[in-house]
């Protein structure tokens, strides 16, 4: 992913053309990826992951709590229970799994709390660094959160809110019809 900081410094000195291109590719990227419902069995190396993983860690959650927990499914018998956990897998090699942690999260108003919100915005850093990459990956909310714990062995106090088979997309992979559906933005944006 471009990198703010530079994008900042383009402006900064007066590179507005430079800063523009780099926003204009960000967009590319946005528009491009899609959820791969078709993995290659060919696992991503660790350097990839790092880089995938450094995306989630820089991106903002509520005063900086960062109450993420990412586990990263890698071994054959963990993925069988991915399997066995969400039809949503589709032949990923691997697969993350997104938790907040009930020990930082931040409250927010009487009984409710940030987590889902700082958890779905790591995972969107995290999907568009991948996809970056090329990388494919699939956020899935189809799964039972309490059993993928009591399978995998998770703590109490942390919460799986998404899980994301992720891989190289394979040779028939291709979008879904609701990739580039979109509804115009005179119905999802209002100006005050
Ligand atoms: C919160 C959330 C939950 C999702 N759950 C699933 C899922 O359980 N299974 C699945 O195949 N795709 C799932 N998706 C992917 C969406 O269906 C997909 O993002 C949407 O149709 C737009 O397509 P695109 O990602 O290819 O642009 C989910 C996406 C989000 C953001």
């Given at each position: 992913m ?5 994008a ?11 800063a523009k ?22 696992p991503?190396g ?8 450094r995306?989630?860690?820089?991106a903002?959650t509520a ?20 399997n ?6 589709y032949?990923?090699?691997?697969c ?11 409250p ?5 709390n ?12 995290m999907m ?64 005050l």
């Amino acid at each position: 992913m471009v990198s703010i900081a530079f994008a900042a410094a383009m402006l900064a000195c007066g590179c507005a053309q430079t800063a523009k291109t780099m926003s204009t590719d960000f967009l590319q990227l946005a528009t491009d990826r899609y959820s791969v419902r078709s993995f290659s069995s060919t696992p991503v190396g660790q350097d990839v992951i790092d880089l995938i993983l450094r995306a989630g860690q820089v991106a903002p959650t509520a005063i900086n709590s960062q109450p993420q927990k990412i586990y990263v499914v890698r071994s054959a018998a963990n993925m069988e229970k991915m399997n066995s956990l969400s039809p949503c897998i589709y032949g990923a090699p691997q697969c993350f799994i997104f938790c907040y942690s009930d020990d930082t999260v931040v409250p927010r108003g009487k009984n409710g709390n940030y987590g889902e919100i700082d958890v779905t915005i790591v995972l969107t850093h995290m999907m568009l660094e991948a996809a970056s990459l090329g990388v494919g990956t699939c956020p899935v909310g189809y799964f039972d959160p309490e059993r993928l714990k009591a399978e995998l062995g998770l703590p109490e106090g942390e919460h799986p809110i998404l899980i994301m088979p992720f891989g190289y997309a394979s040779p028939d992979a291709k979008p879904s019809d609701r990739h580039s559906s979109y509804r115009p933005l005179t119905e999802t944006v209002a100006y005050l």
